[in-house]
C-alpha cells in the first residue's frame, strides 16, 4: 500500500503538467492522452514476530537472507523506527519500547 501510495501521489503531482500538455512527453504520445507507466510491486522481504524478542526475516537482496533470532527483531525494531514519518512518532516509539523493556507488557502498576 505505501508503494502504490507513493506512485499514486507521484502520478496525481504530475496531472497539471499532463493537462497543460495532453500528447505528453514524444515516448508516451497515443491517442492525444498522457499515460502513466502501470504500477509495479517491488518486494523488500518480510518480517515476521516469533514471540519472546525474537524474529524471522527474509529480505530480498541480491541474494535471499533469512534470519531468525534477537538479531532479526533488532533488524525489525530499526526498519520499524526508521519508517514512522516524525521525529517525535519515532521518539514516542521508542520510548514505548524502552519502558517495555524496563517494566514488562504489565503497565497498570506504573
Given at each position: 500500500?505505501?508503494?502504490?501510495g507513493?506512485?499514486?501521489?507521484?502520478c496525481?503531482?504530475?496531472?497539471?503538467?499532463?493537462e497543460?500538455?495532453?500528447?505528453?512527453p514524444l515516448?508516451?504520445?497515443?491517442?492525444?492522452?498522457?499515460r502513466f507507466?502501470?504500477f509495479?510491486y517491488?518486494?523488500?522481504?518480510?518480517f515476521?514476530p516469533?514471540?519472546?524478542?525474537?524474529?524471522?526475516?527474509?529480505?530480498?537482496?541480491?541474494?535471499?537472507?533469512?534470519?531468525?533470532?534477537?538479531g532479526?527483531?533488532?533488524?525489525?525494531?530499526?526498519?520499524y523506527?526508521?519508517?514512522?514519518?516524525?521525529w517525535r512518532?519515532?521518539?514516542?516509539v521508542?520510548?514505548?519500547?524502552?519502558?517495555?523493556f524496563?517494566?514488562?507488557?504489565?503497565?497498570?502498576?506504573?
Amino acid at each position: 500500500a505505501a508503494q502504490e501510495g507513493a506512485y499514486l501521489a507521484n502520478c496525481f503531482n504530475r496531472m497539471e503538467q499532463c493537462e497543460k500538455n495532453p500528447e505528453g512527453p514524444l515516448r508516451f504520445r497515443g491517442a492525444g492522452r498522457h499515460r502513466f507507466h502501470p504500477f509495479r510491486y517491488k518486494h523488500f522481504g518480510q518480517f515476521a514476530p516469533l514471540g519472546g524478542e525474537e524474529a524471522a526475516a527474509q529480505l530480498e537482496l541480491p541474494f535471499d537472507w533469512i534470519s531468525v533470532g534477537r538479531g532479526s527483531q533488532w533488524l525489525w525494531y530499526s526498519v520499524y523506527a526508521s519508517k514512522q514519518i516524525s521525529w517525535r512518532t519515532r521518539f514516542l516509539v521508542i520510548s514505548d519500547w524502552r519502558r517495555r523493556f524496563m517494566f514488562g507488557r504489565d503497565s497498570s502498576r506504573i
